[in-house]
């Protein structure tokens, strides 16, 4: 992963513009059962901890079993897609739900409220099994990532229109926006389901990080525009809004906009107009009286 | 000038609260919806129960089908409500930012547990 990705291995305009209005990015199925049935045994060893911020290499260096995966093309192409090349680990898990085990947490965003509206972390989630929908997969609501929520504070919400329950085969990696709306989920099953995350800090700008060749498919922007049954709501447009600002971070245009709202709060003109220009300024305060 | 007599209460705090409901057989159930918009009328986006009676245990990703299509339902199937959202002005230079949900609605009925 230190060595730039080719191209055709990286997300395209549309996958990124999904990424945008969804919050998330799914890889179905792209890491081989070779390496789907090692990693159980690899998970239940557990794996060393490190510092906040430890390089990639550090971290997980090759020969790893966790670098094996981090290096499948598909897997590198997307993580230098939306963090760059050379992230540094912010933090990883392993999460294992036993059967019939456990309750379902709140919702919640990851760690505290973060404030940055533009650079973001992602974080990797990779099932090695196939993840049934009795199995508690991890419940989001696309398209909350970009909503300033304080953790827990969102344990209101049970549900949301629109929310969706995780389901995949095995070596399925999901990759996320670290302010997605989430949860876990209660596995009703008889087998314990296996989660192996990282979350990834950029070290780079992220800008069109991605293969823009497709930077003009219409696509693009009926991506953007994406709603769920959450959105449809007095503040679906505000996230166009959102999703527009984010969109020119990515792409350096600072133009961009989504059904002008943006462009429409900078129309101020400056310019006086001939007819303006009359020297009669009409009533002023010589005028004005109380009782006049 | 009189002095005050001090007015000792009549239990301690422990002791009133623990004298028994005089509605001992009703249990709450809790109904949150979320609208669309800040009437009530709207549609619904979101929803939680709380289960006063304890025989349910609602919970987060329990169901896909909110149970009313919009809070104007709820009124009519019984449902009290108890609370709507204040509606909050827009911080200046914060206008488009997004938090929490902003249209609640907090609903209440009554059970009788010995039924």
């Known amino acids: 992963m230190t060595t730039l990705v080719d191209r055709k291995h990286r997300l395209t305009s549309v996958e990124m513009a999904h990424f945008v209005s969804h919050g998330s990015v799914v890889l179905s199925g792209v890491v081989p059962d070779s390496l789907n049935e090692r990693a159980i045994g690899v998970l239940d060893a557990g794996l060393p901890g490190h510092p906040y911020g430890t390089p990639l290499d550090t971290a997980f260096p090759v020969g790893t079993f966790v670098r094996e995966l981090l290096d499948l093309p598909a897997v590198a192409g997307a993580v230098q897609s939306l963090v760059g090349p050379d992230p540094v680990i912010d933090h990883h898990a392993v999460h294992v739900r036993p059967p019939h085990g456990g309750e379902a947490q709140n919702m919640h965003g990851d760690a505290i409220l973060d404030t940055r509206a533009d650079a973001f972390d992602v974080q990797l989630m990779y099932y090695p099994r196939e993840v049934t929908l009795e199995q508690g997969g991890t419940l989001s609501v696309p398209g909350t990532h970009l909503r300033r929520i304080n953790q827990t504070g969102i344990g209101r919400y049970q549900n949301l229109a629109g929310q969706t329950r995780l389901t995949c085969e095995a070596g399925t990696v999901v990759l996320l926006h670290h302010g997605i709306w989430h949860g876990g989920r209660r596995n009703d099953s008889d087998q314990p389901r296996y989660m192996f995350k990282i979350r990834f800090n950029p070290t780079v700008r992220q800008l069109r990080l991605w293969n823009t060749d497709d930077i003009d498919d219409p696509a693009v922007r009926q991506e953007l525009s994406s709603t769920f049954g959450w959105t449809h709501a007095n503040e679906g447009r505000l996230e166009l809004v959102n999703r527009a600002k984010l969109w020119r971070y990515l792409t350096g245009d600072e133009q961009f906009d989504i059904d002008y709202y943006l462009t429409r709060e900078q129309i101020r003109p400056s310019h006086i107009a001939p007819g303006a220009t009359d020297v009669r300024l009409g009533s002023n305060r010589s005028a004005d009286g109380w009782g006049l | ?115």
């Not at chain 2, 007015?7 to 705090?13: E, Y």
């Not at chain 2, 349910?56 to 709820?74: K, V």
């Open chain 2, 1 to 115: 000038m009189s002095t005050t007599t001090s007015n000792r209460p009549a239990l301690s705090v422990e002791n009133s609260f623990a004298v028994p409901s005089a509605t001992p057989q009703l249990r709450q159930q809790l109904l949150v919806l979320y609208l669309g918009t800040s009437a009530l009328d709207s549609d619904v986006i979101g929803w939680t129960r709380y289960d006063g009676t304890g025989r349910s245990h609602p919970t987060m990703g329990d169901s896909d089908e909110a149970p009313y299509a919009n809070g104007l339902d709820a009124l009519q199937d019984g449902w009290r409500l108890l609370q709507m959202s204040q509606l909050l002005g827009h911080e200046h230079g914060h206008e488009y930012t997004t938090g929490y949900l902003p249209y609640e609605f907090l609903f209440e009925r009554l059970v009788d547990i010995t039924a």
